[in-house]
């Protein structure tokens, strides 16, 4: 099994920063893509930015371009998601997602995992 725990949240000013970290442990062969998405109250989940193997990186909300940044320290399993100017807007429960491939009995197989989710709170 593969378990994410982020960490990093925390009560902000408007135009602060803060850095979410996403670290992967488990039986992982290998992290094929990372996401961050986030849950606003009252709101459906969102995605935010994707990094993949490569080190490709996605931004799929255009408001937190040039804003947010998402990184990965392979040697680590973490991903990173720096964000600043950070807006009330941003204030949601941010969550990871990853795509990992584990080892089974016969070959490997590719799931997806969710960490526990990580709160963000922007004060205006």
Same mark, same amino acid.
């Given at each position: 099994?593969?378990?994410?725990?982020?960490?990093?949240?925390?009560?902000? +000013?408007?135009? *602060?920063?803060? =850095?979410?970290?996403? /670290?992967?442990?488990? %039986?992982?062969?290998?992290? !094929?893509?990372?996401?961050?998405?986030? +849950?606003?109250? *009252?709101?459906? =989940?969102?995605?935010? /930015?994707?990094?993949? %193997?490569?080190?490709?990186? !996605?931004?799929?909300?255009?408001?937190?371009?040039?804003?947010?940044?998402?990184?990965?320290?392979?040697?680590?399993?973490?991903?990173?998601?720096?964000? !600043?100017?950070?807006?009330?807007?941003?204030?949601?429960?941010?969550?990871?997602?990853?795509?990992?491939?584990?080892?089974?009995?016969?070959?490997?197989?590719?799931?997806?995992?969710?960490?526990?989710?990580?709160?963000?709170?922007?004060?205006?």
């Amino acid at each position: 099994q593969v378990q994410l725990v982020e960490s990093g949240g925390g009560l902000v +000013q408007y135009g *602060g920063s803060l =850095r979410l970290s996403c /670290a992967a442990s488990g %039986s992982i062969v290998k992290i !094929n893509r990372v996401s961050w998405y986030r +849950q606003a109250p *009252g709101k459906q =989940r969102e995605l935010v /930015a994707t990094i993949t %193997s490569s080190n490709t990186t !996605n931004y799929a909300d255009s408001s937190v371009e040039g804003r947010f940044t998402i990184s990965g320290d392979k040697s680590k399993n973490t991903v990173y998601l720096q964000m !600043n100017s950070l807006k009330p807007e941003d204030t949601a429960v941010y969550y990871c997602n990853a795509f990992v491939t584990i080892a089974r009995f016969f070959g490997q197989s590719e799931y997806s995992y969710w960490g526990q989710g990580t709160q963000v709170t922007v004060s205006s």
